[in-house]
């Protein structure tokens, strides 16, 4: 389990594991876990970063944790009180703290509606605002995500992908929640608007104490943002530590290939990149107690990470790193390449 290192976690996830999709009769085999046994902590204020590509499970933990989805084993447990039952099994005072900025706002933001009714909303389910404190604390929120109070009367869609993301981030916050779940809220985005509301959630987070969880397929993005960064591969964690360590060799196979894959001026082609990601496991294969990640790993080692979950090896402090090749090895390796 990744530690953390505040006074109190405010989220522990344990051994969770989660799959889509039911057992069918006749079947013999229920199907193959999108996550499989990841465990992690979170304090207060903190910032942790899931990455990894597509189908890595980060948005499934995610959805895990904001009740959307149920697990098939493991506990999420948030400030004490054990939330792994789904959203509608919660008790309001458990909803509220929890609140969740998708990658598409119009998850969450109504496209027939204006500006006032997605941040109304939520003062009225939570607090019972009604009339001029309503409207006084709908443009406070506006305020502070750098808007303009006038953006109440506005539809989304007058509104740019950046301010729309805001409007998002004003809608969570109405909450005053302690943990914001960000999937993928900037990939969508210019480098320069990123750049702006990643400062906006360092801003927050100074002001408020609020935690996020923060999902990301791309490790730059998270360099600047994450106090800790746990890489997931095919629903499994393949190393945790804290941005300098993740930035900084030896790493995981797979961190090597995330790394390799941010543009550089003149970027070489790499190894790692040039395996082909359809020779994944298949979704049977996933279940199987080996490395998910052999088929495309130039490290691999014979008749071991095809037959054998990975070691988890302690490499500083809380780095650690899930492979069969020992943390020697992977330096003296990575530092020819």
Known sequence: MTQSHGVRPLLEVQHLQIAYGKKRLFQKQEPAPAVWDVSFELSEGETMALVGESGSGKTTIARAIAGLMTSRKGQIVFDNHDITKPISHRARELIRPIQYVFQNPDSSLNPRRKISYSLGRPLELFFGLSGAKKQQRMEELLVSVDLDVHYLDRFPRQLSGGEVQRVAIAQALAAEPQLILCDEIVSALDVSVQANILDLLKELQAKHGIAYLFIAHDLAVVRWLADRVVVLYQGRIMESGTPEDIFSAPFQPYTEMLLESIPEPEPDESL???????????????????????????????????REVPLVQNVTGNHTIHCHVSVDELMQKQQTH
């Open 272 to 306: 790692l990149l040039a395996k082909d990601p359809a020779s994944d496991l298949s979704d049977d294969e996933v279940k199987r107690d080996c490395c998910p990640f052999v088929s495309r790993c130039p490290y691999q080692i014979e008749f071991v990470c095809d």
